[in-house]
């Protein structure tokens, strides 16, 4: 039998040029391309270093009067010397750069923080709605979403600064939403707080407590189901478990705190309890019943005068926990009062012993401290004041002001509104396309089961979407924290405007750069790691 010859079909044909070489030739342009990549690289770094010569020695500065490239941001331990309008953090001019530049980026994480939230809220709800099938509801939807996609946001940002907000009507005739203590007015928005009290360490315990047995009831039942096939309300009996052990919690907490707070009043307002104070002041209004205050002043048998000459004086600190739940007290059993914000103990306490007001309210233990200081400590009575773990503070117009509550400020609402409407449309349309990539035999298998249209929405549709919305959704995530520096449009101190400010008053250009770069950077990074992990852990899972 003949041997097969080892010879290839093709060694009798002509050789291919290496210029027509498909192999050669993608070889050649990678090496083509990595000497294009190293003379850009090395033009980047020749034109740095000359223009780090032009800068000078003095972006380099060290303490000790030399340069080098170690002391490129020694500059931030100088004084600032600017002020900050809006800070998250304690900020005064003599602080350093250091510090400004961290209030400029938590004023950021401020405007991120609550864009996102809002954003995604609105969004979301817009989406739906842009689905919906009723016409005005739908249209409406369609309508916001071109007009925001459509028109560039610092517009949008101008308009909403100058043609609205600055617009407002004065501090005293402030627009109030539907009655409720919501007020618009040239310096902003204020709107009601929470505000912590001592006690409220203790209701937390009781919340973790009462989500942890939620939890618990919630497994039990769950394999008690498995056992015996027979369905258990779940989610009643969790959350019904939880508002048990949070409103024992909540007396509890009241309970104990009910010496952290306190008033320091002389002997002659014959206060000797915090329930006197109501039983005086009927006997300086001669009622019974402070209740009735209003219709009395309807009537004319009281006047304005007379309350106003009636009203405990009372003396705290500005923005403490101690002065908003003793107020809230007094409001609530109609006690009328005047407040006395000061900056801080020692100016509260001068201003009581010059008597100046009648009631000092504060913590027992400042009070304690405080009543040894005046010149006669026996004739001061000190009192405990009722607690609760939470207190909602409700601004109100004290002077040329609001006191209380929230503030926004006319260039935060600005900025905050501006990205939340903005960046709210284009999550809406991520959220029409996430819905509208569900199967439609999904919602029709729902529907077959008797299940309504919110929770078909609830329990079958979006859960599906997520896997199609988290991915654009992340892009607008970002954009939002990005547009951000835009604030400095509308005067909001964010990062990008203090750096600005710091950039001009140092001189210190490319360490500024970095900073900022850097910081953007890190807010990114840390934003696309929390929901590529979320989209991790709803994704599919393929066998």
């Known amino acids: 039998m003949a041997e097969l010859s080892p010879k290839s079909p093709y060694s009798g044909q002509e050789a291919i040029p290496f210029w027509r070489d498909g192999r050669v030739l993608g070889v050649l342009a990678q090496v083509i391309f990595v000497i294009f990549v190293l003379i850009a690289v090395g033009w980047l770094v020749n034109n740095v270093a000359q223009n780090l010569t032009t800068l000078g020695e003095s972006q380099f500065l060290c303490r000790d009067g030399s340069s080098s490239f170690r002391c490129a941001f020694d500059f931030l331990r100088l004084d600032a010397s600017f002020d900050i309008s809006e800070s998250v953090i304690k900020y005064d001019p003599s602080n350093a750069y250091s510090r400004a530049l961290l209030v400029g980026a938590l004023n950021t994480v401020k405007v991120g923080f609550f864009g996102i939230l809002f954003a995604t809220i609105l969004g979301t709800f817009t989406g739906i709605a842009r689905l919906s099938q009723n016409w005005l509801v739908r249209n409406v939807a369609g309508v916001y979403i071109d007009i925001m996609r459509n028109t560039p946001l610092l517009l949008q940002l101008f308009f909403l600064f100058f043609g609205v907000i600055l617009v407002f009507p004065a501090i005293k005739e402030a627009i109030q939403l539907f009655g409720l203590p919501i007020y618009l007015s040239q310096r902003g928005i204020d709107l009601p707080g929470l505000t912590f009290m001592p006690s409220f360490g203790i209701w937390l315990a009781f919340i973790v407590l009462g989500l942890i047995q939620a939890q618990a009831i919630n497994i039990y039942l769950s394999r008690l189901e498995e056992k015996t096939g027979k369905e258990r309300n779940r989610l009643a009996w969790s959350i019904g478990s939880f508002v048990i052990v949070a409103f024992i919690g909540w007396f509890a907490a009241s309970a104990a705190g009910g010496d952290n707070q306190a008033i320091l009043a002389t002997n002659t307002t014959r206060i000797r309890e915090f329930g006197d104070i109501a039983e005086q002041m009927g006997n300086r209004l001669g009622i019974d019943s402070?209740?009735?205050?209003?219709?009395?002043?309807a009537a004319g048998t009281l006047t304005q005068e007379d309350i106003d000459g009636a009203a405990y004086t009372v003396c705290g600190i500005r923005d403490d926990a101690s002065l908003v739940n003793l107020t809230a007290q007094l409001k609530s059993q109609h006690i009328p009062y005047t407040v006395d914000r000061l900056g801080r103990v020692d100016q509260a306490t001068e201003a009581y012993g010059a008597g100046e007001c009648e009631i000092y309210v504060a913590s027992k233990s400042t009070l304690a401290a405080e009543r040894n200081l005046l010149e006669n400590p026996s004739s001061h009575r000190l009192i405990s004041v009722p607690e609760t773990p939470l207190r909602i503070d409700q601004p109100q117009i004290e002077g040329l002001n609001f006191v209380g509550g929230i503030k926004l400020t006319p260039n935060f609402a600005a900025i905050l509104i501006g990205l939340v409407l903005y960046t709210g449309a284009f999550i809406a349309e991520i959220v029409r396309a996430g819905i509208q990539s569900v199967p439609k035999g999904q919602s029709e298998a729902a529907r077959a089961l008797g299940?309504?249209?919110?929770?078909?929405?609830?329990?079958?549709?979006?859960?599906?979407?997520?896997?199609?919305?988290?991915?654009?959704?992340t892009s607008q995530y970002l954009n939002l924290v990005k547009n951000s520096s835009l604030a400095i449009a509308v005067g909001f101190p964010d990062l990008w405007s203090t750096s600005y400010t710091t950039l001009n008053q140092s001189g210190r250009v490319i360490q500024v750069f970095v900073f900022v770069m850097g910081t953007y950077l890190s807010f990114s990074l840390f934003i696309s790691f929390l929901l590529n992990w979320y989209n991790r852990r709803i994704a599919l899972v393929e066998r």
């Open 290 to 297: 402070l209740g009735d205050i209003n219709s009395m002043l």
């Open 451 to 473: 299940l309504s249209e919110s929770q078909r929405l609830r329990l079958v549709v979006l859960p599906q979407a997520l896997r199609v919305i988290i991915p654009p959704l």
